[in-house]
C-alpha cells in the first residue's frame, strides 16, 4: 500500500515552461486536492475534486489546470510558469462520502523551482 | 467566516518539558479537527483527529489534543517533547456538510527543541 504518490520530486523550470505534476492514490479515496505550500503562508489549495469526473477552484488556482485522469490520478498542469510559482506542492486524497470524514493523507510533496 | 487561527508562529521549548500549541477555530457547522504535523522536506501526517465523543482525544507519538466547543479550541500537548518532535504543526477543521470535502487549515505552528 503506497498511499499517496507523487512524481517528480524535485523539478526545476525555466519561465514560459510547462509542466504536469503526477498524483496518484492506492487506498480508493474519492477526493483528491493539489496544495501548494509557502514560508508564512501554509497550506493553500489550488484545485480539488471530490469525485472522478469532477474538479472545482480552490483558493490559487490561477495559472494551474487539473486533470482527474480516473479515480487513483489527479494531475497538475501548470500551462506556462512563473517565478511566483515555485513553491512545494502536496496532493492529498480522502474518503469522503456519508458521513464525510475529511482526514486527508498526503504524498510527499514535490519541490519546483522556476527561475 | 470559517477560518483556522493559531496563534503562535514560532514556539521554542526545551526536551522533556511540555508543551501546549494552541488552536482556535471558527466554523458554522459541527466541527471536524484534525492535528497533522510536517518534519522537515517531508509531507504531512496526520497525528490525531476529534469527529465525536470524548473530547480528549489520544494520537500518535505521545500527543493529545482537547475539543472545547466552549472555547472553540483544539490544542494540542504532550507531556515531555523529545528532540525529534521538532517540526512544523498544522490545525485543521472539516466539516459533515454534504458538499463540503475540504478542510480549513491555520498557518502553522514551527516547534523547535533546545537539547
Known amino acids: 500500500n503506497a498511499g499517496v504518490t507523487q512524481t517528480p520530486k524535485f523539478q526545476v523550470l525555466k519561465t514560459g515552461q510547462s509542466m504536469t505534476l503526477q498524483c496518484a492514490q492506492d487506498?480508493?479515496?474519492?477526493?483528491m486536492y493539489w496544495y501548494r505550500q509557502d514560508p508564512g503562508m501554509g497550506l493553500r489549495l489550488i484545485y480539488y475534486?471530490?469525485?472522478?469526473?469532477?474538479?472545482d477552484k480552490g483558493e490559487v488556482p490561477n495559472g494551474y489546470n487539473v486533470s482527474r485522469l480516473n479515480k487513483r490520478e489527479f494531475s497538475l498542469r501548470l500551462e506556462s510558469a512563473a517565478p511566483s510559482q515555485t513553491s512545494v506542492y502536496f496532493c492529498?486524497?480522502?474518503?469522503?462520502?456519508?458521513?464525510?470524514?475529511?482526514?486527508?493523507?498526503f504524498g510527499p510533496g514535490t519541490r519546483l523551482t522556476v527561475l | 467566516a470559517q477560518s483556522v487561527t493559531q496563534p503562535d508562529i514560532h514556539i521554542t521549548v526545551s526536551e522533556g518539558a511540555s508543551l501546549e500549541l494552541r488552536c482556535n477555530y471558527s466554523?458554522?457547522?459541527?466541527?471536524?479537527l484534525f492535528w497533522y504535523v510536517q518534519s522537515p522536506g517531508q509531507g504531512l501526517q496526520l497525528l490525531l483527529k476529534y469527529f465525536s465523543g470524548d473530547t480528549l482525544v489520544q494520537g500518535i507519538k505521545g500527543f493529545e489534543a482537547e475539543f472545547k466547543r466552549s472555547q472553540s479550541s483544539f490544542n494540542l500537548r504532550k507531556p515531555s517533547v523529545h528532540w525529534s518532535d521538532a517540526a512544523e504543526y498544522f490545525c485543521?477543521?472539516?466539516?459533515?456538510?454534504?458538499?463540503?470535502?475540504?478542510?480549513?487549515w491555520g498557518l502553522g505552528t514551527s516547534l523547535a527543541v533546545n537539547p
Open positions: 475534486s471530490a469525485s472522478e469526473g469532477t474538479t
Open positions: 485543521a477543521v472539516g466539516g459533515n456538510a454534504g458538499n463540503n470535502r475540504k478542510l480549513i
Open positions: 492529498a486524497s480522502a474518503r469522503t462520502g456519508t458521513p464525510i470524514y475529511n482526514e486527508q493523507f
Open positions: 466554523y458554522g457547522a459541527t466541527p471536524y
Open positions: 487506498m480508493n479515496h474519492n477526493s
